[in-house]
């Protein structure tokens, strides 16, 4: 008695926790048929499956489009829910946006479900060059959730810089302008309801990350030229769905305080001690989350960038 009286209210107990839990990801519908995912804005987690980032999902008569794949076969299994949540329809089309874990890790397990995974060359050839590195690295968190995972880029990535595509009926163009937050990041652009599907071009809310493989310059021109489409929504890759205003302060803003900040005082020979003293306050941006742990390293890596003048 005493054993089914405590299972009961173990189950109670587990009611109740997931009533009262976060949802994984937050669903916003932008345009008729046209949904943001957006995931939390801090870091990967076993227990958020790595879903720390913004993904899409766009319906149309002959299946769901999926933009990004998560970062494991559990994360594309629980995309894939909320892709039939929305619309009813199995994912039909995989599309990245770009070559961190987040992005495109879970395209085995679409590609198993029948799914096209669809991706620029650029992308391509940066995930072939990271994806084994990076499911060692998620390891420490993500765990068993990695089990058996499969990497796998698009069997016949795009060439070139753009690619215009009708799928199911709704127009969307990848579009690469240049490398920024990863070599061979795109966007997805819908013209037709002038959304952008920024991946991690534009961050908001939370301050972005300048990686070792980020190029801090040519990432700020390529955020330029993605602003200049003129989106009227924008799903980031990271935070709230938003407009072009938060987009520039957030993301546009900062990258321009890093670029010229750190350039101007590595011509001058400054030192990478002496470029993080000088920006590393930046009450601007202060309020953005995460900027105490990461300010200071997105100074020293663009400062270093330049001065090794890759
Ligand atoms: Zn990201």
Known sequence: MKKIAAALI????????????EPLLKTEKLADGVFALVGSTGGRLYENLGLNANYGVIDTPEGAILIDSGA??????????EAKKLTGKPVRWVINTGSQDHRWL???YFAGQGAEIIALERTVATQKRLGLSQIDALRHELKEQLDGLKIMPAAKPQA???????LGGRKLELRYFADAHFAGDIVVWLPTEKILFSGDHIYVDRLLGILAESNSETWLAAFNHAIALQPKRIVPGHGQVCDSA???HDSGDYLAFVVQGTKKLAEDMAGVDAAVKALGDAPAFKHLLNFSDLHKG?????????ESGS
């Open 10 to 21: 173990g189950a109670l107990l587990l009611i109740t926790q997931n009533a009262f839990a």
């Open 72 to 81: 494991s076969t559990v994360a594309a299994k629980a995309l894939e829910s």
């Open 106 to 108: 879970g395209n085995a």
């Open 160 to 166: 070139g810089d753009k690619a215009s595509l009708t």
């Open 246 to 248: 938060k987009a520039q």
């Open 298 to 306: 997105n100074v020293s890596r663009a400062y270093l960038r330049f």
